[in-house]
Nanobody
């Protein structure tokens, strides 16, 4: 069973940076897709970006330029670097995993509906 545990969230002043982490365990597949999503209470979940097992990334239009996804060499930790934080970035941030690549390369990754494994989330609050 895949387990995902996010960390690194917090309360940050606008203009600051955060690096979120997602510890991944429970699978040994060499091919996979992982994504970062965020959600504000009362609003739909929003895709931020995704990375495949080869390190290729894709981002939502709203995330391009300030967000960067990476993974460690052991591929046991996923990262989300967020720079120039804005109050509208305030949300719960989740990482998600799919052990297949099929949907990773279609635009549908951004909905999150094809990711079967999710972490519990880490809260990011940005104050002005």
């Amino acid at each position: 069973q895949v387990q995902l545990v996010e960390s690194g969230g917090g309360s940050v002043q606008a203009g600051g940076s955060l690096r979120l982490s997602c510890a991944v365990s429970g699978h040994a597949r060499s091919a996979y897709c992982m994504g970062w999503f965020r959600q504000v209470p009362g609003k739909e979940r929003e895709g931020v970006g995704r990375i495949d097992s080869d390190g290729l990334t894709a981002y939502a239009e709203s995330a391009k330029g300030r967000f960067a996804i990476s993974q460690d060499n052991a591929k046991t930790t996923l990262f989300l670097q967020i720079n120039s934080l804005k109050p509208e970035d305030t949300a719960m941030y989740y990482c998600a995993a799919d052990l297949f690549l099929t949907n990773c390369y279609s635009d549908s990754w951004i909905t999150g509906q094809y990711f079967p494994f999710w972490g519990q989330g880490t809260q990011v609050t940005v104050y002005s």
